[in-house]
T-cell receptor
């Protein structure tokens, strides 16, 4: 099992460009999440999908859109990138209803917006 | 107010010594879960240990144990017999509620642990 995979691993964008970060999980989890990690800030939730067909905003959703393509895949789109979106982006998945509902994370995507 | 507080930006320990990383939390929900994750310099987030609010005993996973003091709202991570490979950033996180699909984790700002030989 690969767990949670993310592509790309690293990306440089110019201000105003768009891109989509891809995430896939092979653990048959129902819930998926996108977080961003900034220095000194810990991880903050951007969007999440409690189950296939649903998405909801997290703490910092502005400037982002998401698509839950199917149960395995959850993508994050930046329509018009801004320098403030320079960050490390993590995708995670979990199975609700389990005793721990541990979230398992992908390796992250480092994004630099110039 | 911060829901997860990690007051130690950096900790230093020698190999084979034990170290405690502090975490305090704030919630009014009676049902919650507490997690610790390790982030080495390579960047991935590695799940270490979990403690549920109703668990009677402190969680243990190998060299990791969680010192859960519910009345004080603290969930400190204890690493016994530190190894060089333990050098990393450590994050405490909380999930409020239970059996609610899609409940996100709330993270602290992390503690950097440096283990020296």
């Amino acid at each position: 099992n690969a767990g949670v995979t993310q592509t790309p691993k690293f990306q440089v964008l110019k201000t105003g460009q768009s891109m989509t970060l891809q995430c896939a999980q092979d653990m048959n989890h129902n819930s998926m999440y996108w977080y961003r990690q900034d220095p000194g800030m810990g991880l903050r939730l951007i969007y999440y999908s409690a189950s296939e067909g649903t998405t909801d905003k997290g703490e910092v959703p502005n400037g982002y859109n998401v698509s839950r393509l199917n149960k395995r895949e959850f993508s994050l789109r930046l329509e018009s990138a801004a320098p403030s979106q320079t960050s490390v982006y993590f995708c995670a998945s979990s199975e609700p209803g389990t005793s721990q509902e541990t979230q398992y994370f992908g390796p992250g995507t480092r994004l630099l917006v110039l | 107010a911060q829901k997860i507080t990690q007051t130690q930006p950096g900790m230093f320990v020698q190999e084979k010594e034990a170290v405690t990383l502090d975490c305090t939390y704030d919630t009014s929900d009676p049902s919650y879960g507490l997690f610790w994750y390790k982030q080495p310099s390579s960047g991935e987030m590695i799940f270490l240990i979990y403690q549920g609010s109703y668990d009677q005993q402190n969680a243990t996973e190998g060299r990791y144990s969680l010192n859960f003091q519910k009345a004080r709202k603290s969930a400190n991570l204890v690493i016994s017999a530190s190894q060089l490979g333990d050098s990393a950033m450590y994050f405490c996180a909380m999930r409020e509620g239970q059996d609610q699909a899609g409940t996100a984790l709330i993270f602290g700002k992390g503690t950097t642990l440096s283990v020296s030989s």
